[in-house]
């Protein structure tokens, strides 16, 4: 069941869906990282989270933050450590911008 604020966003404006799952050609650090040449924005958080999570990256004192290892600093901007908060909006630098 989806929430009902999520399924207000997405009437009220299902570009920002279309955005988020429509498929993209990755640039090669993202592609060498994810396995893939093209993939959703979507998806592409999804793959990140679950490296997080299968390789135990999560700060063990502090769960908002990740303790990034060399694979996830080169596609993270080279960052030692990354606050969950700031993790989708570094995955999206790799995105390129939609004309508008």
């Known amino acids: 069941m989806v929430p009902q604020q999520i399924k207000k966003a997405i009437t009220d404006n299902p570009k920002k869906l279309a955005n988020l799952i429509d498929l993209v050609n990755l640039p090669s650090t993202l592609r060498e990282f994810v396995g ?4 959703s924005r979507l998806g592409c958080f999804m793959r990140v989270w679950s490296y997080i999570k299968t390789n135990n990256l999560q700060d063990p004192n502090n769960k908002n ?24 909006a570094l995955i999206r630098l790799h995105f390129p911008k939609e004309p508008k």
């Open 36 to 39: 893939q040449s093209q993939i």
């Open 65 to 88: 933050v990740v303790n990034c290892d060399e694979k996830l600093k080169s596609i993270l901007l080279g960052k030692p450590q990354v606050d969950l908060a700031e993790l989708p």
